[in-house]
């Protein structure tokens, strides 16, 4: 698969990475600096393309759009209508920011949206899908859960079907086990994990410090029998 990578940040980069090394063919663009991206072209050599935001959403059948939520309006400005007809593969949390570039998830703009319904109705001919979301950066790498005896979840939700048959191929390839969470309206739970993730830091972990080591699965148990029919 052709792969645009819509800034190759911490999320990003990781994923690029991973598919890179599952044979896809890659594009990374960076919203910002663009020198930041000169460590991860070192790495991958000769194996991906870079480009401009607008170069990476053209090149790829499906783009990944992984931007800072407050540079939304700017980094569509600059794509235009590249995007169109295309599968985009949202990450983003709503995070807010104060004037003291002090960084909070916005709960009242979560009550009622997420970024991905946002991002669908910004770009209406566009197929997008919620994923990679629930994870830390850090941990969103397969070895990061090496020893564990299944891999760790990854959720997605969209509105299209093909759109997000391939983001679970590309969840897969990225080593990861692809949960089908529904809908495009789904990505508010999703990103409300977000929040949960933090509060479980702080009550049972050591805090912040201790987001990058929690990540949320799904698990399946075997159930006994129902031994109580349900009463009419
Ligand atoms: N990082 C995670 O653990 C994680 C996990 C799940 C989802 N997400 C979401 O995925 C998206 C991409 O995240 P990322 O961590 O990969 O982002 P990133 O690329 O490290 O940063 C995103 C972009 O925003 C810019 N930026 C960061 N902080 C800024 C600030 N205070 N003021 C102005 N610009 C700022 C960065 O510029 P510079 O690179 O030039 O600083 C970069 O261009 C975000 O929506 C994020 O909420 C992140």
Known sequence: MKI?????????????????????????SKDGDDAKLRPLVDELGGKVAVGNLRDAALYGDIVLFSVYWPRLDAVLGEIGDALDGKTVIETMNPLGVTE???HYHDTEFMRDNSTAEQLQARLPKSQVVKSFSTLPAPILEASAWSGQDEPMSVF?????EAAKAATRTLISAAG?????????????????IGVLLHHVAHAEFNGDEDLIRIGFALKEANPGPVIRPRVA
């Open 100 to 102: 003291d570039f002090v």
């Open 156 to 160: 997605y939700a969209g509105g299209n």
């Open 176 to 192: 990861f086990r692809p949960v089908n969470a529904g809908p495009i309206g789904a990505a508010r739970q999703l990103e409300q």
């Open 4 to 28: 645009g990578i819509i800034n190759a940040g911490n999320v990003g980069g990781r994923l690029a990475r991973a598919w890179v090394a599952a044979g896809h063919d890659v594009m990374l």
